[in-house]
């Protein structure tokens, strides 16, 4: 049975920082690629971030380019996203995702087979 556990999620002030981790378990880590995706309060889930298998490619949704960093272990079978310079539009629901292919459609929900539980994270003003 696949697992996708996101954990780290919290409340914090606007201009800090929050590293968020996804574990994953029941599949083969290194054959999927990753990817966190986000829902706002009343708003529809958006992608956020993308990695590739080995993790030497990584995508950015333009709101959080060069504020996030994705990253992953595949040793340990673990994948992290590094929040810095945190916004008040930053708030919701996180999520963390595995898909079995590799495309260039990696902002598409399609593409990721498993999905995690999601962790909440608050920015405040």
């Known amino acids: 049975q696949v697992q996708l556990v996101e954990s780290g999620g919290g409340l914090v002030q606007a201009g800090g920082s929050l590293g968020l981790s996804c574990a994953a378990s029941g599949l083969t880590f290194i054959t999927y690629v990753m990817g966190w995706f986000r829902q706002p309060p009343g708003k529809d889930r958006e992608f956020i971030a993308y990695?590739?298998?080995?993790?030497?490619?990584?995508y950015y949704a333009d709101s959080v380019k060069g504020r996030f960093t994705i990253s992953r272990d595949n040793a340990k079978n673990t994948m992290s996203l590094q929040m810095n310079g945190l916004k008040p539009e930053d708030t919701g629901v996180y999520y963390c995702a595995a898909g079995p292919l590799d495309t260039n459609i990696y902002e598409a929900e399609g593409q990721y087979r498993y999905w995690g539980q999601g962790t909440q994270v608050t920015v405040s003003s």
């Open positions: 990695i590739s298998r080995r993790g030497d490619r990584a």
